[in-house]
């Protein structure tokens, strides 16, 4: 029987010009592409087989990769359940010429694995923790997996937080879903779509700042749904709450069949943009008036969210100013 360190696997890029943002750093969808696949290949490869991402894990980026630095990620199954596999990923940078090697931000994922009708099946495989480390990492990744099971009861039934409705400071994308979107069989491969979610929310910021943004943090998002190759995706960005540099777009995807019109709610995500100057230091950004119900609403729940962003990332920063001592 596998341990947890037995499930490990790493990726490592290079950061080209094609990654980077306007402003000459990683652009944030990149990154969540990359870890989306990362994670991807360290649960298919214990699954011994096809897997989908069912939720991700709230993501903070602590400071920017620049272009040519070198990006290691490394993934591990923590936990298996009998359809489902947590994997937790951490995200390292370096500078080739300095050899300085920093945190750069982690998540835990949770996948399920796949039949060949693309259908729920059992995992097949089980990891036993190797040393008193993985009994902890194992530990905290089942109450993660118990947890997150709580919490999709709880929404079950709820209509999404992003209304369809038309509404101030909205960008809309819409496109079809291609053979080239899809890893394996008819889905869309998950890492494609996080990169949609962080260029639409993107737009969204830019658009009402009128300035240039990078992404800050992606919260915790479940994909309900899955998208397959020939139906229309529409991914829709609201501005939901404005601090002073920072701006939070919350992003919900619906998929359509094209042939019945029948459509599907299929995630909905909550992303902080930050202004930036043209030194790349947070810059303030225009107030926001909320105008209608919908708009408070979100407004206040954004603030809500806003304030556990503050808590987490100063956590996180502690915890990876304690591994780097």
């Known amino acids: 029987m596998p341990t947890v ?3 490990r696997f790493q990726v490592v890029q290079l950061v080209f010009p094609e990654h980077i943002n306007i402003r000459g750093t990683l652009y944030g969808g990149r990154m969540m592409s990359w870890i989306a696949t990362a994670g991807t290949l360290a649960a298919s490869r214990l699954a011994r087989g096809p897997v989908v991402l069912g939720a991700m894990d709230d993501l903070d980026f602590l400071g920017p990769v620049h272009l040519g630095e070198i990006v290691t990620i490394d993934a591990q199954v923590e936990c298996v359940g009998r359809t489902s596999l947590e994997v937790g990923v951490e995200v390292h940078a370096e500078s080739p010429r300095l050899g300085l090697r920093r945190k750069t931000t982690s998540s835990h994922l949770a996948f399920i694995a796949l039949d060949e009708q693309e259908r ?3 995992v097949g495989q089980a990891i036993t923790p190797g040393s008193p480390e993985e009994a902890a990492v194992h530990a905290e990744a089942a109450a993660r997996r118990a947890a997150r099971a709580a919490r999709a009861r709880r929404q079950a039934g709820e209509p999404p937080a992003i209304p369809e409705t038309p509404m101030r400071h909205a960008t809309i994308l819409s496109r079809f879903v291609l053979p080239e979107d899809a890893l394996t069989g008819t889905l869309m491969f998950a890492g494609k779509l996080l990169g ?7 737009i969204a910021a ?3 700042c009128r300035g240039p943004v990078v992404t800050a943090s992606l919260d915790t998002v479940y994909f309900s749904h899955p998208l397959r190759v020939g139906e229309i995706v529409d991914v829709r960005a609201v501005v939901t709450y404005v601090a002073r540099s920072s ?6 995807v619906d998929s359509e069949d094209p ?3 029948q459509r599907r709610h299929s995630c909905t995500a909550f992303l902080t943009m930050v202004r930036v100057d ?3 230091r947070p810059a303030p950004v225009p107030p926001l008036v909320p105008a209608t119900s919908d708009e408070r ?6 603030r809500a969210r806003s304030q556990e962003r503050k808590a987490r990332v100063a956590r996180l920063r502690q915890m990876a100013g304690r591994d780097a001592g």
């Not at 701006?247 to 919900?252: F, K, L, M, S």
């Not at 609403?297 to 954004?302: I, K, P």
């Open 5 to 7: 360190g037995d499930t």
């Open 120 to 122: 729920p099946r059992p």
């Open 196 to 202: 949609m979610l962080d260029e639409t929310a993107s």
């Open 206 to 208: 830019v658009r009402y």
């Open 247 to 252: 701006i939070e777009v919350g992003v919900r």
């Open 259 to 261: 042939r019945t019109g």
């Open 278 to 280: 043209d030194d790349g």
């Open 297 to 302: 609403r979100l407004w206040e729940a954004g």
